[in-house]
């Protein structure tokens, strides 16, 4: 089975500074999907970014990154210049390709923001 | 206009009553999953659906039914509520290979 392992349940950083939250995964497979989810305190679950396994190139979404390892099945997420309203829990989450899109989630990553 | 939502928002029962928790998308999604968090943990698949009249269980189903027979719904079902299952219960639904857009969750507490 696969696990999604987030091995931060808390971290803090201070407004507009730079703040790296990571991730392992376990798998034996090699087409999937890799996510990054926040949930804000009003419980949304939003889509901040999407890595696709066969692609080499880091995925970018506006403030937010990822830095990609596929054999060390690593993939954790960049947040540049915090902002108040990035405070939320974030979950990574591992799709195969096949799995009728079954997602496996990390148990999550509390991101305080300090102004 | 599209989306995905479930009905109630909270809800409050006692143990051994049945409570069903709606779900209902418009964008004619082929897949749909009902997850529940728990505190200090992520989310955990009950069931999934594939298609209209096709569910399989995830990794926590025991306790819940589903039923989809129809591709825009998809209902969760607690048939004799216990505590242990007090919990947030999201709905999501997706296309094929792509991210899943999530519901905005039921608080259920079993009294």
């Known amino acids: 089975a696969q696990t999604v392992t987030q091995s931060q349940p808390e971290m803090s950083v201070q407004e507009a500074e730079t703040v790296t939250l990571s991730c392992t995964y376990d798998?034996?497979?090699?087409?999937?999907?890799l996510f990054w989810y926040k949930q804000p305190p009003s419980r949304q679950m939003i889509l901040v970014i999407r890595?696709?396994?066969?692609?080499?190139q880091n995925a970018t979404e506006n403030r937010f990154s990822v830095n990609f390892q596929k054999a060390a099945k690593s993939f954790s997420l960049k947040i540049s210049d915090s902002q108040l309203g990035d405070a939320a829990m974030y979950f990574c989450a591992y799709q195969v390709n096949t799995n009728a899109g079954k997602s496996t989630f990390g148990d999550g990553t509390t991101l305080t923001v300090k102004p | 206009d599209a989306g995905i939502t479930q009905s109630p928002r909270y809800k409050i029962t006692e143990t051994g009553r049945q409570v069903t928790l709606m779900c209902h998308q418009t964008w004619s999604h082929s897949y749909m999953f009902w997850y529940r968090q728990d505190l200090g943990h992520g989310l955990r698949l009950i069931y999934y659906s594939a298609a209209a009249d096709i569910t399989d269980k995830g990794e926590v189903p025991d306790g819940y039914v589903v039923s989809r027979s129809k591709t825009e719904n998809f209902p969760l079902t607690l048939e004799s509520a216990t505590r242990s299952q007090t919990s947030v219960y999201f709905c999501?639904?997706?296309?094929?290979?792509?991210?899943?857009?999530f519901g905005d969750g039921t608080r259920l507490s079993i009294l």
């Open positions: 999501a639904s997706s296309a094929w290979n792509q991210p899943q857009h």
């Open positions: 890595q696709e396994a066969y692609k080499q």
């Open positions: 798998t034996s497979e090699s087409d999937y999907y």
